[in-house]
């Protein structure tokens, strides 16, 4: 909606909407106007108010030497690079949700899970994590 703020022409005629001559285009452009549109939605629906968000833990963290299948390892790389989180902070979220029995991820996470469990041919599912093991043979070749 416009809302005229002052309706007397630009000193000297000279201004928005000024023809040569000084005569103005008309009664629109001949003062200052100016505009503020403010698109309210009416799907909000009226509830308390957001709560802030909580103050962070101070917590001790450790280095692991964790093994692990090297396609999972590439996945849950890509997906933290995705998120901008580390692969620590990750592993956390992970653990702690299922600590609660939560799923730790939504639909669009699971879809980008999908898409880099292709890329790196990671062909594994739950039903595969009580039966992996290594072979032995691998840690010999690489002099361990």
């Known amino acids: 909606m416009w809302a005229r703020v ?4 630009a000193p000297g005629g000279v201004g928005r909407g000024a023809r040569p001559g000084g ?3 008309g009664a629109l452009t001949r003062g200052w106007y100016l505009c503020t549109v403010v698109h309210m939605s009416r ?3 009226p509830g ?9 833990l101070v917590v001790e963290r ?3 030497g964790v093994r692990m299948e090297k396609r999972i390892l590439k996945v849950l790389k890509a997906l933290a690079d995705y998120h901008d989180i580390t692969l620590g ?12 029995g939560k799923a730790p ?15 790196f041919g990671l062909d594994l599912g739950a039903g595969a994590s009580h039966r992996l093991r290594e072979d032995r043979r ?7």
């Open 48 to 56: 308390p108010a957001p709560t802030p968000p909580e103050s962070p």
């Open 43 to 45: 799907s909000r629906k």
């Open 62 to 64: 450790v280095q692991t």
């Open 23 to 25: 005569e103005a285009a």
């Open 89 to 100: 902070d990750l592993l956390e979220g992970i653990v702690l949700h299922a600590f609660e």
């Open 105 to 119: 991820f939504g639909g669009e996470t699971l879809r980008k899970i999908a898409d880099l469990k292709r890329v």
């Open 138 to 144: 691998e840690d010999e070749d690489d002099g361990r």
């Open 6 to 9: 002052d309706a007397r022409p």
